[in-house]
């Protein structure tokens, strides 16, 4: 009978434990989830999302057309991708009546433009390509007045482009680089022109195609060439590249104390379209850095005093060449 009498004092001591220490052990486990839900809410990682370089997070500014004119041409340059093309020559016109104005870009189908631009032999950086938005703080460019274009990659990089012209053919293009990240990066810098070509009918055995003077002699890479081979690297210091026609160039000319390799290049994925680029050698931007580059584009009338003008201006050697003179020369 004393045996019963302590068991149920027992059960009942035990009983009452319980339900007094219940609450207190059930707050705790919600304080520990919640605790842990918190730790997992404010203490993971954040990975940024991966992007490629057509990818519309990064680009989400307004397309726009930014208008070039000077005393010598008209133009413009696209937001989207920071092309210029669509130029004309003022005081030129297309024939006896002067109604048109010439085209140096030839064409409307956007098949022929000048970019600059930067490239690396890290995949994993993002870099902005020919179909990035840039965004212009203006819609205008004169002698007087240049735009600047800026766009971040939301890795660590900021890249800006401060275009201007001179009163006659020269677009000066500065490229720069801010890396605002922890790391080192390394980038070329790179010159294009991106040009559809149809067969002119009334050439008169006077050139036209990509040229250029590299390594001490003029090179001229004809189109046919182009055709059959697909692809010409030269490795050259200082010079000039780019495309004639009978009357009118288009030409970028770089630092003359620079080495850099130019290609020219037929496009397999489109036809009759070509393509001459220049890619320098690699910088190195250490975090908190900001370097640029200077990229000069001729885009006006094969004349011999104006050539020479930006050959001495310039200190590009024989600039004068683009003119196909023959035996003359």
């Known amino acids: ?104 870009f030839g064409n409307s189908d956007g098949n022929y433009f000048a970019i600059t631009n930067w490239v690396s032999d890290n995949p994993g950086i993002i870099l902005p390509n020919e179909n990035t938005c840039w965004k212009a703080k203006s819609t205008k460019v004169t002698e007087t007045s240049p735009v ?18 001179d009163d006659n053919f020269l677009v000066t293009i500065i490229d720069k680089v801010k890396n605002y990240g922890n790391e080192n990066v390394s980038l070329k810098s790179v010159m294009r022109i991106n040009r559809k070509f ?37 490795e050259t210091k200082g010079g000039w590249f780019g495309i004639t026609d009978k009357y009118w160039l288009v030409a970028f000319l770089p630092n003359q104390n620079l080495t850099y390799k130019v290609s020219y290049r037929h496009s397999r994925d489109s036809k009759n379209v070509y393509v001459i680029e220049s890619v320098d050698d690699a910088l190195l931007i250490a975090p908190s850095v900001e370097i640029s580059k200077t990229h000069h584009l001729f885009v006006g009338p094969k004349e011999i005093k104006t050539l020479d003008m930006y050959e001495n201006k310039l200190g590009v050697k024989h600039f004068d060449m683009a003119i196909d003179f023959g035996y003359l020369y």
């Open 1 to 104: 009978m004393e045996e019963d009498k302590r068991n149920v004092l027992l059960f009942f001591v035990i009983s009452v434990l319980i339900m007094v220490s219940y609450p207190y052990f059930f707050n705790q486990k919600q304080a520990n989830q919640q605790h842990f839900q918190k730790l997992n809410e404010y203490e993971t990682p954040i990975v940024a999302p991966k992007v490629n370089n057509n990818s519309s997070v990064f680009n989400q500014n307004k397309v726009e057309n930014i208008k070039i004119e000077s005393v010598s041409i008209i133009g413009s340059i696209s937001s989207c991708g920071a092309k210029i093309g669509d130029v004309k020559l003022k005081k030129y016109k297309k024939d006896s009546v002067g109604n048109e104005n010439v085209s140096v």
């Open 148 to 165: 600047e274009l800026t766009w971040d990659n939301g890795n660590g990089l900021i890249f800006e482009k401060h275009i201007s012209i």
């Open 198 to 234: 149809e067969k002119s009918s009334d050439s008169f055995n006077f050139y036209e195609g990509p040229l250029g003077y590299t390594n001490g002699k003029l090179e001229e890479i004809s189109y046919e060439d182009l055709s059959k081979k697909d692809n010409v690297t030269i």
